[in-house]
């Protein structure tokens, strides 16, 4: 167990903004941040972070908290996980605890193959450091390649040594449980036949230099291995099988280590090999991660799109390879980012290249030789159509449907028309292109089953009021503007202009200003007891009892600190209340010369009309429960009807003071 001095340290040093920045690129928004949604398939950006506050919340998929509870959302990290996550982030030395037996057993199953791959890189690199054979074979294997100490250290390199059960021995006697290092890949487990109850067990990777594949924040996900032997039955890379934890279609080589240089440049460039990238980060160019041989993914696109919108493709001068890259462009026009597209000289590779050159000439290289998707697409596909006036066509119309897939509308004309000149086509007959294109896909998608249709069914035949609304809950609204105001302002001491409730020298009942300079939090607590008001929504009755609860205790209330004491989905539906209002404020508007007044100006009037019509609204309520009561002709409704009168009368008052005009 973490000691609670080490999650307190944690709690005040952790910077939500630095935390999340890791993971999506965010611009700066009035006094927040904005990003797209790295929970969600967006464009448009509705993922909102507080520094302020020290809140998040992603409006596409309703989700929010605080900084523990992002990384437990987006790393699916357990919670202690997370504080150590943030711990080494901010060089926090971690107190713990003993765990008992039982605590131990009760980790997930997600977590004990975390723990398990842990265990693999740890025990691939003492191989390739400490054993004779990890550093006869696997070290010089390394050396070879040109790679540094300092780089082997970095990726964490290792060496799985060439015995049938080496790493599963080792693991066994350390204590990790065979059913994690089967799910996690790292051994096979086959049925003994000359033993009924018994298995084989092997390891995966044997003979093998090792290659962790890591996380956006770091944790070991899987494994890459590369054979150093000739055998030609054997893969000469071979990856950890698809698990829980690993994804090959939604994972990149190297996008821990290049995360932060990919926001900083506004730009990543992406490889094909695992070399690829390590030879590049040595030459002094950390911004490049791979899709480590496989096909490119969507996933894999929106993993890059949360840290930068512009890709260089970078390829060897393989012409069949080429061929098949221009679908993974594709890709990537689709998902709204900026593709370039760099090839080496004939005979060289990214990792070929980077070896052999200077920094200086590798970037000179890359900058000047970096195509526009267009221009290399165009390029590639005039040399195969030569001067075939057939093959030319469809190379046109290859063109053009890329270009359909960029959801820009200006974008996509600035390609019509370079695309045009390139081909030495008019622009007319592109657009009409393009036209019919788009038509098709529209028609495809209206062809789709009605069922994955639901979100666009329009109603015919009907009127449009003739339709179902949907109702505002007026009280659910009033109380979550309650706890909103606890939230913010629970601690300002205002003057608040109270109503007293007296009868005049005519015997009517009037109210009458009384003036009182309280807090914000004491007036609501008082007001609603008066009244004997209990919030209706079961969620807002728990906040309001912690809330009240720790402003009278606290003196320092801070929205951080209280959010950090709360259950993950109280915390939730907190940053929800927080940042709904500010998803749609405005910002920057004294450079224009407009000064809105500030909210907090108007905090006493804004508590008060909230309470107003509250109690406005329960009267009402009252008043039609009580008018129910009056249908039945056989009961004597004298008393109902005079508590109807003065509920009534009382109305007009409250009304009169909220400057309402009654029917």
């Known amino acids: 167990m973490i000691s609670k001095i080490t999650i307190d340290k944690v709690y005040e040093s952790a910077r939500l903004e630095e935390v999340i920045g890791d993971f999506v690129q965010l611009k700066k928004s009035g006094s927040n941040f904005k990003g797209l949604s790295p929970f969600s398939d967006e464009r448009s950006p509705s993922f909102m972070v507080s520094p302020v506050k020290q809140i998040w919340k992603d409006f596409s998929s309703g989700k929010g908290g605080n900084v523990v509870a992002f990384l437990m959302e987006h790393e699916h990290f357990t919670y202690p996980e997370a504080i150590k996550y943030l711990a080494k982030k901010y060089n926090i030395e971690v107190e ?48 070879e390649r040109g790679f540094t100490d300092e780089t082997i250290k970095k990726f964490e390199l290792g060496y799985c040594l060439d015995q049938w059960d080496g790493f599963t021995t080792a693991a066994l006697d350390k204590g990790y449980k065979l059913e994690y290092l089967s799910k996690t890949g790292l051994t096979i487990v086959k049925d003994d036949p000359n033993n009924p109850n018994g298995s084989r067990k092997f390891d995966r990777f044997k003979g093998r230099v090792m290659f962790p594949i890591h ?21 000469k890379y071979l990856n950890s099988p698809e698990s829980d934890i690993y994804h090959k279609s939604k994972v990149l080589y190297g996008i821990y280590h290049a995360k932060q240089s990919i926001a900083k440049e506004d730009n990543c460039y992406l490889v094909e090999g695992y070399t690829d990238v390590i030879q590049f980060v040595q030459r002094g160019i950390d911004n490049v991660v791979s899709s480590s041989g496989t096909a490119l993914t969507p996933e894999q696109i929106r993993l890059i799109n949360r840290l930068t919108k512009n890709i260089t493709v970078l390829f060897d001068g393989d012409a069949a390879g080429l061929r098949a890259s221009l679908r993974g462009i594709d890709l990537i026009l689709e998902q709204g980012m900026n593709v370039r597209v760099c090839t080496f000289p004939e005979g060289e590779d990214p990792d070929s290249f980077a070896k052999n050159n200077e920094l200086e000439d590798v970037m000179t290289y890359l900058n000047d030789n970096a195509k526009d998707f267009i221009q290399f697409k165009a390029s ?228 008060s009309e909230t309470i107003l019509t509250l109690r406005c609204f329960l009267i009402k309520k009252r008043m039609n429960t009580l008018q129910n009561t009056t249908q039945d002709s056989t009961t004597d409704h004298r008393e109902v009807l005079e508590e109807i009168m003065n509920y009534i009368q009382l109305n007009k008052l409250l009304n009169k003071k909220l400057n309402r005009v009654l029917s």
């Not at 770091?218 to 590369?226: A, S």
């Not at 008082?526 to 209990?534: A, G, H, P, T």
């Open 96 to 143: 713990e605890t003993e765990q008992s037996n039982e605590q131990k057993e009760q980790a997930s199953e997600r977590e004990s193959m975390y723990l398990v791959s842990e265990f693999a890189q740890t025990h691939f690199k003492e191989m390739l450091w400490e054993s004779e054979l990890g550093k006869a074979i696997g070290l010089s294997y390394f050396k």
């Open 215 to 235: 996380s956006l924040s770091g944790r070991v996900l899987g494994f890459g291995g590369r054979i150093l032997t000739n055998d030609k039955k054997a893969a």
């Open 380 to 607: 590639l596909l005039v040399k195969e159509a030569d001067n075939d006036p057939i093959k030319r066509a469809d190379t046109v119309r290859d063109i053009v449907n890329s270009i359909a897939k960029i959801p820009d509308r200006i974008q996509k004309e600035i390609y019509i028309q370079e695309c045009a000149q390139i081909m030495n086509i008019s622009e007319a007959v592109l657009f009409n292109t393009l036209a019919q294109i788009e038509k098709k896909e529209d028609k495809d998608v209206k062809s789709q089953p009605k069922e994955e249709q639901k979100a666009f069914d329009v109603v015919r035949g009907k009127d449009v009021d003739e339709q179902k609304q949907e109702k505002v809950d007026v009280q659910y609204v009033l109380e979550r503007k309650i706890i909103e105001s606890l939230m913010l302002y629970g601690n300002l001491k205002e003057q608040f202009e109270d109503l007293v409730l007296k009868e005049n020298d005519a015997g009517d009942l009037v109210l009458e200003p009384e003036l009182s300079e309280i807090k914000v939090y004491e007036k609501i607590y008082l007001d609603l007891q008066e009244d004997e008001i209990e919030l209706a929504n079961e969620d807002f009755r728990k906040m309001y009892a912690r809330l009240i609860e720790a402003l009278n205790e606290k003196e320092d209330f801070s929205i951080t600190n209280f959010v950090n004491g709360l259950e993950q989905e109280m915390a939730n539906q907190i940053s929800s209340i927080l940042m709904e209002e500010e998803r749609y404020m405005l910002h920057d508007w004294e450079r224009k010369e407009i000064f809105p007044k500030s909210k907090e100006i108007g905090v006493a009037q804004l508590v």
